[in-house]
């Protein structure tokens, strides 16, 4: 069975289809045991699906820059 930690390496390549039949059922039997496991998974699925309906329109500059200051801030905190 797989670790908790090979689980998050593999998960893109799950999410994906690029697993082989082995590595899918190893990955399926650790998602079926481990709640914490499950909880990520669903995380990733939902962010892929949110990101997915993100318009393709650029940030306009004033915001971009409104941002990323606001995230300076937040990192010297």
Do not use: N
């Amino acid at each position: 069975m797989l670790t908790c930690q090979e689980l998050t390496e593999l998960v893109t390549d799950y999410l994906e289809g690029r697993l082989s039949l082995w590595d899918r059922m190893r990955f399926g039997m650790h998602v079926g045991m481990c709640r914490h496991c499950r909880a990520f998974l669903r995380d990733r699925r939902l962010t892929i699906e949110t990101l997915g309906r993100m318009p393709e329109d650029p940030i306009p500059p004033d915001v971009r820059d409104a941002l990323l200051e606001r995230f300076r801030d937040w990192k010297r905190e």
